[in-house]
T-cell receptor, first 110, second 116 residues
Framework: RKEVEQDPGPFNVPEGATVAFNCTYS??????FFWYRQDCRKEPKLLMS???SGNEDGRFTAQLNRASQYISLLIRDSKLSDSATYLC???????????FGTGTRLLVSP | EPEVTQTPSHQVTQMGQEVILRCVPI?????FYWYRQILGQKVEFLVS????????KSEIFDDQFSVERPDGSNFTLKIRSTKLEDSAMYFC??????????????FGNGTRLTVT
């Protein structure tokens, strides 16, 4: 089983749509959880950390289910500029190493 | 906003040559990392560095690789004898603390290494 698993997509959505991405992780000892965004051939950029109680940042909402080892990201009112690859990332005990999923590609069209 | 800077942005080298990739982490950060991403694949951890020593490394980080913080600002990755499969984007990152959710990693814009 992959350490962090994501649907690679692509997800093609129109502007204004709501889209949700899911991610599962295999190591139950994983301690911190993140969503990063990566544009084509660019560096990963932190979108948001994911808290156990769930958290929201503007149009973005992240949820964590530790029992199911499942993380989600919801994007409301999609913008053209949201087109990117969304990386689910977990850190293992000690925080020294981040484990990345392969990413889910989102394409928002006019 | 302070950022991690990497040079060069693109490095082309011949198989068997040594390369040094350079990074300037964010100035008050204490933890430094190298990751790589082969084209079309996921980002992979190589090594973490703290207090002038390697704190963790992956199985990718074999004897051909080394890291150094030669002065107070630079953090380098050396590949001693490059192989074709070393072709990838190499990302440097830094964090203020151990990299948990209150101290996330900040990535540089990467060095694309092409080994011919």
């Amino acid at each position: 089983r992959k350490e962090v698993e994501q649907d690679p997509g692509p997800f093609n959505v129109p502007e204004g749509a709501t889209v949700a991405f899911n991610c599962t992780y295999s190591n139950s000892a994983s301690q911190s959880f993140f969503w990063y965004r990566q544009d084509c051939r660019k560096e990963p950029k932190l979108l948001m950390s994911v808290y156990s109680s769930g958290n929201e940042d503007g149009r973005f909402t992240a949820q964590l289910n530790r029992a199911s080892q499942y993380i989600s990201l919801l994007i409301r009112d999609s913008k053209l500029s949201d087109s990117a690859t969304y990386l689910c990332v977990v850190s293992l005990p000690g925080f020294q190493k981040l484990v990345f999923g392969t990413g889910t590609r989102l394409l928002v069209s006019p | 906003e302070p950022e991690v800077t990497q040079t060069p942005s693109h490095q082309v080298t011949q198989m068997g040559q040594e390369v040094i990739l350079r990074c300037v982490p964010i100035s008050n950060h204490l933890y430094f990392y190298w990751y790589r991403q082969i084209l079309g694949q996921k980002v992979e951890f190589l090594v973490s560095f703290y207090n002038n020593e390697i704190s963790e490394k992956s199985e990718i980080f074999d004897d051909q690789f080394s890291v150094e913080r030669p002065d107070g600002s630079n953090f380098t990755l050396k590949i001693r004898s490059t192989k074709l499969e070393d072709s990838a984007m190499y990302f440097c990152a830094s964090s203020a603390d151990r990299g948990g959710r209150n101290s996330p990693l900040h990535f540089g814009n990467g060095t694309r290494l092409t080994v011919t």
